[in-house]
């Protein structure tokens, strides 16, 4: 009995080489615990096509026109309206930050469109050349049954070569037969 409770008091043993501590086995068969997490998480898929329907808008005609009326709008109301209403001083600074906030932003959300269409292209090159080699292949696999075809025919009787043969026929049975009497012939009729 003291040796028993020995056991069950002293320390679970590793086995040999093992140094660090057992840990809990995870259950396959349920679903894992919810972590808490310090960063927030997004869906790459919905933020990559936001960012692509940002990347469209700022490569268009209509961004640049918006983009001038803003700043001729934000310059003009700085420098013409009364001192009071004014809230971005000569040197503009404050627009400058917005521009480079603006910058700054549309960067990064225009290089992931392009990395995106970059996926979209790869992908739709691999599917061209698959289609490719296939057409290719039976390219290939046509060409030889054409060629196998053509050697074919060359052995098949054509109607030229049976009436040839049937005139030579023809022809070696009349040698055959016995001449027809002289008188015959001048009528032209075989009796």
Not at 39 to 50: N, R, S, T
Not at 146 to 172: C, F, H, P, Y
Request: hydrophobic share 40%; aromatic share 8%; glycine share 4%.
């Amino acid at each position: 009995m003291a040796a028993e409770d020995r056991d069950r008091s002293a320390p679970a043993r590793h086995p040999a080489g093992a140094t660090a501590a057992a840990r809990p086995r995870a259950r396959l068969d349920q679903p894992r615990a919810v972590r808490r997490r310090w960063l927030p998480v997004y869906d790459p898929e919905a933020f990559g096509k936001f960012s692509e329907r940002i990347a469209r808008f700022l490569g268009t005609g209509r961004f640049i026109v918006w983009m001038t009326i803003t700043i001729v709008v934000w310059v003009l109301w700085n420098i013409f309206a009364p001192r009071s209403m004014q809230f971005d001083h000569y040197p503009f600074i404050f627009l400058t930050l917005m521009l480079s906030l603006q910058a700054s932003y549309a960067a990064p959300l225009i290089l992931l469109a392009q990395n995106r269409q970059d996926d979209r292209d790869r992908v739709n090159l691999e599917q061209d050349r698959k289609q490719n080699e296939r057409s290719i292949a039976d390219t290939e696999y046509l060409t030889r049954e054409v060629a196998a075809l053509r050697v074919n025919l060359g052995e098949v009787a054509t109607r030229d070569w049976i009436r040839s043969e049937l005139q030579d026929m023809l022809k070696e049975i009349q040698e055959r037969r016995p001449h027809p009497a002289r008188g015959d012939e001048a009528d032209g009729r075989a009796r």
